[in-house]
């Protein structure tokens, strides 16, 4: 019985060292994924969804430094629900904090103009912008008057009128 408290409550490394291995990779992963742009975000695909859980699978290890407790994992769940409300907290009180780690819209068409430049650095393809157009019942480009790219991931499309 000793054994199995043990191992649900008795944490192999100090608790602190927890929230910090659980802080640095939340960090390290919400920059990682800000500098692959807004695509990651936004736009879900299979393989998307693949990196997501491999993600979670290559830094599990490294935040749990070798415990396998309860208690281990609700104090990682713990830091990382706090860090996300933090962030959460500090973006919507701090313009320049939201740009950080949001990111602005992109202009991405204006004037029946597409700026398959922009398309490309942003890891997007004109069939994720055709099918914006279709949505917005928009059938040829030079109906459009702007589109962009919004720090969701989501394309906005205006139509001319």
């Known amino acids: 019985m000793n054994e199995l ?71 990682l769940a713990a830091t990382l629900l706090g860090l996300n409300w933090l962030v959460g907290f500090i973006s919507a009180r701090s313009p320049a904090f939201d740009r950080a780690t949001e990111g602005r819209p992109v202009l991405i068409a204006r004037d029946g103009e597409l700026f398959r430049d922009v398309l490309r650095k942003q890891s997007l393809d004109e069939e994720d912008f055709e099918m914006a157009m279709r949505q917005c019942n928009c059938t040829d480009l030079s109906q459009v008057e702007l589109a962009m790219l919004e720090t969701s991931g989501n394309i906005t499309v205006i139509t001319k009128r």
């Open 5 to 75: 408290v043990d191992s649900l409550f008795g944490i192999a490394v100090p608790w602190w060292e927890m929230i910090l291995r659980a802080a640095s990779v939340y960090v390290v992963l919400l920059l990682m994924v800000r500098i692959t742009g807004k695509r990651a975000v936004g736009q879900f695909t299979p393989f998307d969804l693949i990196l997501v859980v491999l993600l979670g699978e290559a830094v599990g290890e490294s935040m749990v430094g070798g415990d396998h407790s309860l208690v281990g994992g609700l104090i």
